[in-house]
């Protein structure tokens, strides 16, 4: 039977095959075979490798990856755990991420998490039932199960944006103390003595080094840290929330650093809701630097951090475990910078 009729017969709805692509060019399965493969693809002349790949894309051809990695014994998967997916500053981190699995001929499967342990769970365990190779934990908490998951399992894995406190993990973080003492050191030098800390979840790293950095500056300069209030998420309606009872609390603050840029738009929307002008009245720089915060009015004041090569250095580094050319655990600090916009200035006299 000519080949592309074998290919189209019963209303085009058998998929093609390797046996039709050799039809099709004249060879044997066996070298369609070698030559849709790229270890072994340099085995086969260019001019057969050329024609093969032509009638591959002529029928439709797709390899059967299952297949493909069942023989082989690898999934060449990776996940990746993301607290929130709607949080502008996760993105960049996929993308970074894809782009360096991608290129190393990885797939990358994303769970969404919603900080949701359960949902964690959930994730993880689909994830390990499609057989990833390894996973980019984004969601960590100070005392994390799916950590110890992996610890238990031998799963490769590093951790991203958050750490963990067990001991030899691979992570690739902010130095959160040099961005929180940068914003701070801004706003002192613009005259602010009373600044005020709505922070991040305090299971979560993040939340506790930004919040230890604000304290030991203000213990430095002799400020004073009791102008502090918690959030349970990193979200705008937790910001608007703590930055409300801060209010009720003690209004004379002049300034405040949010634990991460939604925090500081909830706390914006507190602020305007009190009648109290931002800069005017008061000063707020956020954590992040998510897209488009240069666009809104005033322009948000921000301690920058670098997600996309975050991503990036992340999935390189699980990769090299994955291929065993890394056996040492690293902890690698990525630089903030402050980013100065219009959401600061001096205090009202």
Known sequence: MNSEVSALKNGGRKKPTIRDIADMVGVHHSTVSRALNEDQKQKISPKVVRAVE??????GYLP?????????NRSFAVGVLIPDITNPIFPPTIRGIQDVAESEGFTVLTGNTDDDPTKERDAFRMMRGRGIE???????RLSDPTVDECIKYEIPFVLVNRTVRNDGVNAVILDEECGVRAALDHLHDLGHRRIACISGPTETSTG????????????IHELG??????????????????????LERDATFTAVIAGNDLIALGCIDAL????????????VVGTNDMPMLSRMVPALTTIHTPMYQMGCQAATMLLEV?????????????????????????PKR
């Open 272 to 283: 305007n809701e009190a009648d109290r002008q931002v800069p005017r009245d008061v000063s």
């Open 225 to 246: 840290g009791d102008l502090v209030e918690g959030t349970a998420r990193y979200t705008i309606n937790e910001g608007h929330d703590a930055c409300k009872k801060l």
């Open 134 to 140: 390894g996973i980019i934990i984004a969601t960590a």
């Open 208 to 219: 506790v080094e930004r919040l230890e950095a604000f304290r030991n500056f203000m213990k």
């Open 322 to 346: 994955i291929n065993g050319y890394r056996s040492d655990s690293v902890v690698l600090r990525m630089q903030p910078r402050l980013v100065i916009r219009d959401s600061t200035a001096p």
């Open 64 to 72: 059967n990856i299952a297949a493909s990695t069942l023989k082989r």
């Open 54 to 59: 032509k009638a591959a894309e002529k029928l």
